[in-house]
């Protein structure tokens, strides 16, 4: 035989031993894997790790977190390149399962946003209604030379809610994000709040991630108005459609959907962070949806959380598992 | 917390062997080992050919490959995302989207052009009578090519070292085809932005010292051998 | 005797320039065939045609009485072996580059290990087996070539120009190497050279190879005998000059060589002759001494050739003469084109031929 064929077999052969070698290894000898999209600035907190310990801790499920933005991780889920989708972005989460890609929607916790600032409070928000807030640092930053805001500006579930707010404030998001006192860091939580304590500025963030910087001593901010209706973070997880994504891991989505909703992990979010910050970073939420009580917090999860007066409207249900919505 | 106080704590990692840095960096050495060797195992005879044969179009073939070394690693990596794609993707049913697997044969492409254009290189500048002299000695011809490729042995020893140290390095393609799932498809690099983005600095800065630790490792073992020919 | 090779009506063309045209040899079993011509004749490519690794584009070979083809080109190339001009060594040990063609005939450990003790023992380079080829000097380099080819006991020897640019002591070894398995193993040895001295002495015969083509064939008395007119065409053989002859006093003759250079030589013979100086008895200087040598000229240096340890030299005295000088000389002596030397060399080593 011409050497050139057999140095062709060769080589193809022990390429294909170590290919493949790894790839059976990774499927068949490891455990099932489940993946699931989420956001950056959730991942940041630390609570999916310890959510994951927990999980596998009971499952043979190998779990995978791929923290993207919140816009990545819909197209991941989308794509069908994941099992399941983790956000805080219910007008996205909506158009996600109203496009198909999704079933069986839950909401598992709920946290706040918060607007932080420096210390000496330049703009003299606290205390204001977010609304009056923001127009007060607007008036600042515009008699003013300085930076005065710190956005995300990633296309984030926190950067969609700061837009949903500069648009209850009466403003046109476009314009005045590009005038001089508006500042736009591009990138994660952290970055933006690195940002904000370096100029001196305002910005809206999510409790965790606040919290954890402000704990460790990387920033100095201050949180100046939070638990208000208008700054309600809700935390949702949706498998992705079995049927229009047939290769996903469907059933594995359900359980770990089961496993968010369970007592033992509603409790892991509740106490998760309280020592280290001295208070909750997340509030279960599927309790508290259960008994429907007449709260305000309810109240405020179903007008900003709730798609046709449901967190999953039954189109989007798989009827196998009713369990999951009692 | 702080550089400096994250500076410490990488250090106290690293020399108290955590078991989370040692997998990540395992996995690194693995992935980007098994590249590195498929790509020589492939570039090599490709360099023979290059560096031996006349045909037409072989000037044409030789620019290629270098223009192709440095190509972006995020290009390559998109591109090869797309193809990987669940279920867009041509190859989306091999399921490799995400899996170390995914990153090692993407690893090996990228790293392709860096094997066949430094053999081919070490190859040409073997005196080609170093063939005519092992078949007057009695080889065949396969053995009198890889006579030659004995020759050049230095060479392709570099060639393998320099696409080691692309592959180890690179972010784009692992960051695409990889992900960077905790636990699953963690290196070095894409490790270093994770754990930066959930603030576990002193994580991120272990890795980074151990990948600049292996870095230089490489090209110290580069230098050493290009003094030894010499 | 037989013949071991024969050419027969070989051409070879390298993008269009002729080689060899039409060259019709045949080698004699047992003896020590000369190639004698100068560079670029086609000695080199005629040797790689009987060593089998060039084809012919014209012409058939013979080995042995059967017909070279495609088909038995390795076994042919298995019965001779070639060391070339150019010293050629693998990249590792002594041992390994002279074990090689031994492990390519699939020979057993012991018997490599005997034949490379003998090899590297015939060449006096007994013990060397571990030494790396980069440390050893130009003659030891050549010295492991030709013993890498004589641990195959080939029945044909091919050696280009094996002694030039070598130290006396290894042209002395290689010499008589070559004599001993000549003798002893009965190697058949065919050389290319453009030494005629080495030529004279040591072949049987000498083939003449001018311009691809061999114009004479006979033994080295033969040659010699009626070599002037053709010695002369051999003008790129160096040191060769054409000239009258004529006795004068005290046993010396002085030959006129044109241009009005006389050499003086203690060889006794008148009329036309060629004579003949080695590159090695002539000294260079930069200015005139006084010596017991008889011939003294004053030249300029039109050629440099750089050959590493040492540098080749022609100098016009009139007429071109080759000479040879340490690399640290000429870099003591400052010498460039165009600088004034003198050639200084003895009545007693200019050869009549």
């Known amino acids: 035989m011409n050497t050139w064929i057999k140095v062709l077999i060769i080589v193809a052969a022990v390429s294909i031993m170590i290919v493949g070698g790894s790839y059976a290894y990774f499927k068949y000898l490891t455990k099932t894997r489940l993946l699931i999209s989420t956001t950056t600035s959730l991942w940041e907190t630390g609570l999916l790790n310890a959510t994951e310990q927990a999980f596998e801790a009971k499952y043979p499920i190998d779990l995978g977190f791929l923290p993207v933005g919140t816009g990545q991780a819909i197209q991941q889920a989308q794509g069908g390149n994941v099992d399941a989708l983790l956000v805080h972005s219910p007008t996205n989460e909506t158009q996600f399962l109203q496009g198909g890609d999704g079933a069986c929607r839950k909401i598992i916790a709920y946290n706040f946003f918060t607007i932080v600032g420096p210390r000496s409070d330049p703009a003299a928000i606290n205390g204001s209604s977010v609304t009056s807030a923001l127009k007060k640092i607007v008036d600042y930053g515009r ?176 009827t196998r598992y009713p369990d999951l919505y009692n | 917390m702080g550089i400096w106080e994250g500076l410490i704590k990488a250090l106290q990692l690293i020399f108290s062997g955590d078991p989370r840095i040692i997998e990540i960096t395992l996995r690194s050495l693995f992935v980007s080992g098994s590249a590195t060797i498929i790509a020589t195992l492939w570039g090599i005879p490709i360099a023979l050919i290059l560096g031996l044969k006349n ?96 020759e050049a042995i230095d060479g392709i020893l570099l060639a393998g070292i320099a696409s080691f140290n692309r592959a180890i390095g690179e972010l784009g393609v692992a960051v695409f085809v990889g992900g960077f799932i905790a636990g699953v498809t963690e290196l070095l690099t894409t490790g270093i932005k994770l754990e930066i983005d959930s603030n576990n600095i002193d994580v991120a800065i272990a890795l980074a010292i151990i990948l600049f630790t292996v870095v230089f490792g490489i090209n110290l073992a580069l230098n050493l051998i290009q003094r030894r020919r010499k | ?70 088909k038995n080109l390795l076994q042919m190339r298995m019965e001779s072996t070639m060391v070339f001009q150019k010293t050629m060594l693998f990249n590792t040990t002594v041992y390994n580059n002279v074990a090689y063609g031994l492990k390519m005939r699939k020979a057993p450990k012991n018997k490599v290990d005997e034949e490379v003790s003998k090899a590297l023992g015939l060449v006096k380079l007994d013990g060397f087996e571990n030494r790396h080829t980069k440390k050893l000097s130009g003659g030891e380099q050549q010295r492991v070539a030709l013993a890498r080819a004589l641990a195959l006991n080939t029945k044909l020897l091919l050696l280009d120009e094996p002694t030039a ?74 040191n060769t000059f054409n000239g009258t002859a004529k006795a004068t006093e005290n046993g010396i ?28 008895d002539i000294i260079l200087s930069k200015k005139r001494f006084d010596s017991s040598a008889r011939n003294i000229f004053k030249g300029k240096i039109v050629e440099i050739l750089d050959l590493g340890s040492l540098v080749r030299l022609k100098v016009d005295v009139g007429k071109p003469f080759t000479v040879q000088i ?19 060399f003895k009545a007693s080593s200019v050869q009549i031929i």
Request: glycine letters at 6%.
């Open chain 1, 143 to 318: 008699s003013h030379t300085e930076r005065i805001w710190a956005s995300r500006g990633d296309g984030s579930g926190t950067h969609t809610k700061e837009k949903i707010l500069w648009a209850m404030a009466g403003y046109n998001y476009t314009q005045i994000s590009v005038e001089s006192w508006y500042a736009s860091a591009g990138s994660s939580m952290s970055a933006t709040l690195n940002m904000a304590n370096e100029f001196g500025a305002y910005t809206i963030s999510d409790t965790g991630t606040y919290l954890k910087l402000s704990k460790d001593g990387t920033i100095s901010l201050l949180a100046f108005i939070t638990e208000t209706k208008d700054l309600l973070n809700v935390y949702s997880v949706i498998a992705v459609n079995q049927t229009r994504h047939p290769n996903v891991n469907f059933t594995n989505a359900i359980t770990f959907i089961r496993f968010l909703i369970s007592d033992e992990c509603q409790q892991l979010i509740d106490d998760y962070g309280k020592n280290e910050s001295g208070q909750s970073l997340f509030h279960s939420a599927v309790q508290l949806l259960k008994q429907n009580s007449t709260s305000q917090i309810v109240q405020w999860i179903k007008d900003y959380a709730f798609i046709n007066g449901t967190e999953c409207p039954p189109e989007y249900r798989d």
């Open chain 2, 55 to 150: 045909f037409r179009g072989k000037f044409l073939v030789k620019t290629l490959s270098n223009s192709l070394i440095g190509i972006p690693t995020v290009a390559l990596g998109f591109f090869l995302f797309l193809i990987f794609s669940r279920e867009k993707g041509p190859l989306g049913f091999l399921g490799l989207l995400y899996t170390p697997t995914a990153i090692i044969i993407g690893e090996a492409i990228l790293v392709l052009p860096i094997v066949v254009s430094f053999a081919t290189t070490a190859i040409e500048a073997v005196d080609p009578e170093i063939a005519n002299l092992a078949r007057t000695l009695g080889a065949s011809e396969s053995q009198a090519s890889f006579a030659i490729l004995r």
């Open chain 3, 1 to 70: 005797m037989s013949s071991i090779a024969e050419l027969r009506n070989i051409t070879k063309n390298f993008d269009g320039i002729r080689a060899l045209d039409d060259v019709n040899l045949k080698i004699q079993e047992g003896e020590i065939l000369a190639l004698l011509g100068p560079n670029g004749s086609g000695k080199t490519t005629l040797l790689k045609i009987l060593a089998f690794i060039e084809k012919p584009s014209k012409g058939e070979v013979y080995f042995a009485g059967r017909k070279a083809t495609d």
């Open chain 3, 165 to 238: 640019n070598l130290d006396p002591k290894t042209v002395s070894i290689i010499e008589e190497v070559m004599a001993t398995a000549n003798r002893k193993l009965k190697t058949t040895v065919v050389m290319a050279t453009h030494n005629m001295f080495q030529a004279k002495n040591l072949p049987h015969r000498i083939a003449l190879v001018k311009d691809g083509k061999i114009s004479e064939v006979g033994t080295s008395t033969e040659i010699f005998r009626n070599l002037s007119k053709t010695l002369a065409s051999f003008a790129a053989l160096e």
């Open chain 3, 253 to 280: 003759t002085s030959v006129d060589i044109g241009n009005d250079v006389l050499i003086e030589t203690t060889a006794q013979q008148s009329g036309t002759v060629s004579v003949f100086v080695s590159p090695e």
């Open chain 3, 326 to 344: 340490t690399k640290r000389s000429f870099n003591q002596m400052e010498l460039n084109l165009e600088t004034e030397v003198f050639l200084t």
